[in-house]
């Protein structure tokens, strides 16, 4: 041993880490701050201004509206595929597996395209839903909600897999095996025991569906159509289209605030579960 303490070891080998993250994230965080209170003069008028304007209030709810059915769509289905990834056979192991990596080698603009080729109403799926007779018209499933949320859920699945997997890999199996010794019927087992142990991947899974969902641009963007838009690209429209650089500042502070806010919220409601879940 050379004298130095774990702790001054651990500081001295992710100090890099912190440096990185305090100049590529803190500080053009504290630039835009200062542009909310310095744009077009100094003062709290935006943050006044975005405490009464309707638009930014309707934004606001469909955000946290489109990022909660996200997150619950998506901790659903990533929860079926780490089952599978985990517990099932080998050659269901393997397609899980390339359903999960698959996606990360497809960029975000390309599945948002893929979507609206698909989607749109001039799109494969109405076009064979006419051709069979099904609709005489085309489905509008492009420009609203759906189709944002379709497009999130499709590339968030991936992110949530992970914790899932993590924390249905930690079961011990002689819980499992004491609990079928004990009479429990499969479906028993899976409420009762294996899905009570999964908790802390499933906070964990929902909590970062959600800060992702709620600073989604560019498929709400291309699939919304401009008729569903959220926050970020709220903050978009009124730093480049607008444009009022205070007010797209203010937004984003106000983001980063909320969403700040709910991850504290939910670490506080979720630490039983983070903490005792998987025993």
């Known amino acids: ?57 309707s934004v ?20 079926a595929i780490a089952y599978v990834w985990v517990r099932g056979t080998t050659w269901q192991r393997r397609i899980a597996e390339i359903c999960i990596l698959i996606p990360f080698w497809i960029s975000v603009l390309t599945r948002a395209f893929g979507w609206l080729a698909l989607l749109s109403n001039r799109g494969l799926l109405n076009t064979w839903l006419q051709a069979a007779g099904v609709v005489s018209q085309p489905l509008q499933m492009t420009g609203q909600e759906f189709s944002v949320v379709v497009g999130m859920t499709h590339f968030l699945i991936p992110f949530a897999v992970f914790p899932i997997a993590s924390s249905m890999r930690g079961i011990d199996e002689r819980v499992l095996l004491a609990a079928r010794g004990m009479g429990a019927s499969r479906l028993r087992l899976f409420w009762s025991v294996f899905a009570p142990m999964t908790l802390p991947g499933i906070a964990g899974a929902g909590l970062v569906v959600l800060v992702f969902s709620l600073g989604f641009f560019v ?61």
């Open 60 to 79: 606001l709810m469909r955000t946290f509206r489109i990022g909660l059915t996200v997150t619950v769509l998506s901790v659903l289905a990533a929860y």
């Open 219 to 279: 498929t709400p963007a291309i699939l919304g159509g401009g008729r569903s838009v959220m926050m970020a690209e709220l903050v978009y429209i009124r730093m480049f289209q607008s444009p009022d650089w205070g007010l797209g500042a203010a937004i984003s502070v106000m983001m980063v605030a909320l969403v700040g806010l709910l991850m504290a919220t939910l670490f506080r409601f979720a630490r039983p579960a983070l903490v005792g879940g998987g025993r």
């Open 1 to 57: 041993m050379n004298g130095r303490t774990p702790a001054r070891t651990a500081l001295f080998l992710t100090a890099p880490l912190l440096a990185f993250l305090l100049v590529a994230y803190l500080v053009p965080f504290l630039g835009v701050a200062r542009w909310s209170v310095t744009e077009p003069e100094l003062g709290l008028a935006q943050y006044a201004k975005l405490g009464g304007d309707p638009l930014v209030h």
